[in-house]
C-alpha cells in the first residue's frame, strides 16, 4: 500500500478540491505516471464518513476495466466518495446505482422503456418548445447568468414532462434538485456538513413523497405520462414498487439534470475561450454538433468520480486488490489520459476517435440518460446560436467546491 501524502495530490483532503481546475489536471497527470494505483487514507467524519481509504483509478484503461467488471468492482453498497453511512438506504430506498445484478438488471429493464429511440423521439418536440422559451425569457430578462438562465432549466423542465409533474410543483422540484446538488460539494467543518445532510435528507424524502403521491393517482387514473408506465406496466412479471419509483425519481432528478447542466454550462465557456472551434461549428452545425457534444463531455467530466468495492482478490495493473478494498474510479482523469487522447488539454470538436467515459464508461452502469442528455444539448445549442449567434460567456464561471460533482454554479454571458 502506497500513500502520497503531498498536498497538491492527495485526492481525499479538502485542499486538493479547492485548487484551480489546471492545478487538479496536472496532479492527475503526474498520478497517471505511476506504475500502479495510489492508495489514499481518508479521514473519518462522525455520522457521515466509513473513513476507509482508497485506491485511486486515474488511468483510462483502469477506470475502463473496472466499470466493465462489476463482478469484481461492486456498485455496493455506494459508489459516491466518501462512502454515506448505512442508515441512508433504510431512509431513502436503494438507488439502482448503488446496486449490482441481479437487482440492478431489474430495475434497469423496467426504466429504460424512458430512454427507449421511440420515447426520446417522442420528446422532441416538446424539448425544442422548452428551449424556445427558455430563450424567450433570457431575452425578455437579459443575459445575467447562463446557469439560472438556461443551463439549470432545461433538463428539470424535460425530466418534470417526461414524469408528469405538475407545473404548479415544478419549483418545489427545482429547489429541492439544488439543495442535492449543493449536498454533493465537500464541506469544511462537521457542523456544515450535519446541517446540509440534514437539509438534503428533507428534499430528498419530499421528492419521493411527490412522485409516489402522483403514482398513486396515475395507478387508479392512467395518463400518458412516465409515471403512468412505471406504475401500470408489468416487464416480465415486474414493476417498480413506491420506495423504488420514489428513488428512480430522485435519481433522475439529480443524475439526469447535472450531466446536462453541467456540460451547457462548461460548453459555454469552451467555445467561448476556443473561438476556431466555435467558428468550426458554426460553419456546418449539423457536420459537428455531435462531435462537439462528445468533446466537451470529454472536457467536462460532469461526474468525476465514482466508487467501487473489490468483492474478491484481484490483480489490476501489478496492483493486488482483496475483498473489501476500494477504488475510485477518476473519470475526468481517464478522459484527460494521454495514451488514448492526443492532446488531451485540446478542446478539439473534430476530435476522433473520442473514447471518453463522461457518461459513466462501458459496462453495466452505462449512463441510461446519455442519449436524453445529448439530444437537449444539441436542441439548446441549436436555438441559442440561431437565435443569439453572438451569445458568449463573459469572465470566469463560479465553481461549486466539490469532489464528485464538476457543477458551474453561476457563468456570467452576453448575447
Known amino acids: 500500500m502506497t500513500t502520497v501524502v503531498a498536498p497538491e495530490l492527495d485526492l481525499a483532503d479538502l485542499s486538493f478540491w479547492r485548487r484551480p481546475p489546471k492545478e487538479r489536471h496536472e496532479a492527475f497527470a503526474r498520478l497517471r505516471q505511476l506504475e500502479h494505483p495510489v492508495f489514499f487514507e481518508e479521514r473519518r467524519v462522525p455520522l457521515l464518513r466509513s473513513g476507509r481509504g ?4 486515474v488511468r483510462h484503461a483502469d477506470v475502463v476495466e473496472a466499470g466493465r467488471n462489476a463482478a469484481v468492482f461492486s ?9 454515506p453511512p448505512g442508515w441512508v438506504k433504510h431512509v431513502f430506498g436503494e438507488s439502482m446505482v448503488n446496486m449490482d445484478d441481479p437487482r440492478h438488471a431489474r430495475l434497469r429493464r ?15 418536440g416538446d424539448i425544442e418548445r422548452a428551449c424556445a422559451r427558455i430563450v424567450d425569457d433570457a431575452v425578455a430578462e437579459g443575459p445575467q447568468d447562463f446557469v439560472r438562465q438556461v443551463a439549470a432549466k432545461l433538463p428539470i423542465h424535460v425530466i418534470c414532462d417526461m414524469m408528469g409533474i405538475p407545473a404548479e410543483h415544478r419549483a418545489r422540484v427545482h429547489a429541492h434538485v439544488d439543495v442535492s446538488t449543493a449536498y454533493t460539494g465537500v464541506r469544511p467543518s462537521l457542523f456544515r456538513s450535519l446541517r446540509m445532510a440534514g437539509a438534503n435528507v428533507l428534499a430528498l424524502l ?7 403521491r402522483l403514482g398513486r393517482e396515475r395507478a387508479r387514473a392512467p395518463q400518458g405520462d412516465l409515471v403512468s408506465a412505471l406504475v401500470t406496466a408489468n416487464v416480465d412479471g415486474e414493476r417498480l414498487t413506491w420506495r423504488e419509483l420514489g428513488s428512480f425519481f430522485s435519481l433522475l432528478l439529480v443524475a439526469g439534470n447535472e450531466t446536462a447542466r453541467n456540460t451547457m454550462a462548461h460548453g459555454i465557456k469552451l467555445l467561448t475561450d476556443h473561438p476556431d472551434q466555435r467558428e468550426l461549428l458554426l460553419s456546418d452545425f449539423d457536420a459537428h454538433i455531435n462531435g462537439t457534444i462528445e468533446e466537451m463531455v470529454r472536457h467536462v467530466s460532469p461526474i468525476m468520480q465514482f466508487r467501487r468495492t473489490v468483492t474478491q482478490d ?6 493486488h486488490l482483496r475483498p473489501g478494498d476500494k477504488v475510485v474510479l477518476f473519470y475526468g482523469s481517464a478522459n484527460r489520459d494521454e ?24 459496462g453495466p452502469h452505462f449512463c441510461l440518460g446519455a442519449n436524453l442528455a445529448r439530444q437537449e444539448m444539441r436542441t439548446m445549442f441549436r436555438e441559442l446560436f440561431t437565435r443569439l449567434p453572438g451569445i458568449a460567456a463573459v469572465g ?3 465553481l461549486l467546491l466539490s469532489n464528485f460533482d464538476n457543477s458551474v454554479r453561476s457563468q456570467r454571458f452576453t448575447f
Open 206 to 212: 419530499a421528492l419521493q413523497r411527490l412522485v409516489v
Open 110 to 124: 423496467i426504466v429504460s422503456r424512458a430512454f427507449s429511440p421511440r420515447m426520446l423521439s417522442n420528446l422532441q
Open 396 to 398: 470566469e464561471p463560479e
Open 339 to 362: 495514451e488514448v487522447f492526443p492532446e488531451a488539454g485540446r478542446f478539439d470538436i473534430t476530435r476522433k476517435p473520442n473514447p471518453h467515459v463522461g457518461f459513466g464508461g462501458p
Open 75 to 83: 456498485s455496493e453498497p455506494a459508489v459516491t466518495s466518501p462512502e
Open 314 to 319: 484481484y490483480d489490476l495493473r501489478g496492483l
Open 54 to 57: 482508497f485506491y485511486a483509478l
